[in-house]
């Protein structure tokens, strides 16, 4: 019995693991999200995506997220996140899937450029879990954005509120609009 659990689990590790390779993710995540040993990890990066899995370290700091439009993504994400954490028990690896799923089907849908890596999303629900980030309503909007938690302040306002004049008005519409029925989706 014992042996049949275990095989169950490998599979399950296994298509977890295929499930992230097919979005991008990069190895450090598969190691950090499954048992499974680093050679396998290879052997199942390169058979899925014919290549072998980039080289280097993950990003470490939190300030790409603080960025115009890397903290737009990244909040999209969150509000996302949050709200499939609070309305089921799944995992926490699975909800970063679904709702990084969700947020890619969302900016398709607005015509917006995909910003938001997986790897950058598990990172970012990481710097969360830390405490380092968190987020704040804006007080214009309303919407929930990302920001550093030491710089946690009453009245917030956010990137899409006060926004840089190079960024496109119609693009400031569409992820308004995007916001108010996320909004909407939590009452
Ligand atoms: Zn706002």
């Known amino acids: 019995m014992a042996k049949v659990k275990s095989i169950l689990s490998e599979a399950a590790q296994i298509q977890l693991a295929t499930e992230l390779i097919e979005l991008d993710a990069r190895l450090q995540v598969l190691e950090s999200e499954t048992q499974l040993s680093r050679e396998r990890l290879?052997?199942?990066?390169?058979?899925i995506k014919k290549k072998s899995p980039p080289k280097?370290?993950?990003?470490?700091?939190?300030?790409?997220?603080?960025?115009?439009?890397?903290?737009?993504?990244?909040?999209?994400?969150?509000?996302?996140?949050?709200?499939?954490?609070?309305?089921?028990?799944?995992?926490?690896?699975?909800?970063?899937?679904?709702?990084?799923?969700?947020?890619?089907?969302?900016?398709?849908?607005?015509?917006?450029?995909?910003?938001?890596?997986?790897?950058?999303?598990?990172?970012?629900?990481?710097?969360?879990?830390?405490g380092m980030l968190t987020t704040a309503p804006c007080k214009t909007c309303c919407g929930n954005f990302v920001v550093h938690t030491y710089e946690l302040v009453n009245d917030y306002v956010c990137g899409l509120c006060n926004m840089p004049s190079r960024a496109g008005k119609t693009r400031q519409t569409a992820a308004q609009k995007f916001f108010n029925e996320e909004a909407g989706l939590e009452h």
């Open 42 to 47: 290879l052997k199942l990066y390169k058979e």
């Open 56 to 130: 280097g370290m993950l990003p470490f700091s939190t300030d790409w997220f603080m960025t115009w439009q890397p903290n737009t993504h990244s909040s999209l994400f969150v509000n996302i996140y949050n709200v499939l954490i609070k309305s089921s028990d799944i995992e926490d690896i699975e909800a970063v899937i679904k709702a990084y799923r969700l947020y890619l089907e969302q900016i398709s849908q607005l015509g917006l450029p995909e910003v938001l890596s997986l790897t950058r999303a598990w990172r970012l629900v990481k710097f969360f879990d830390a």
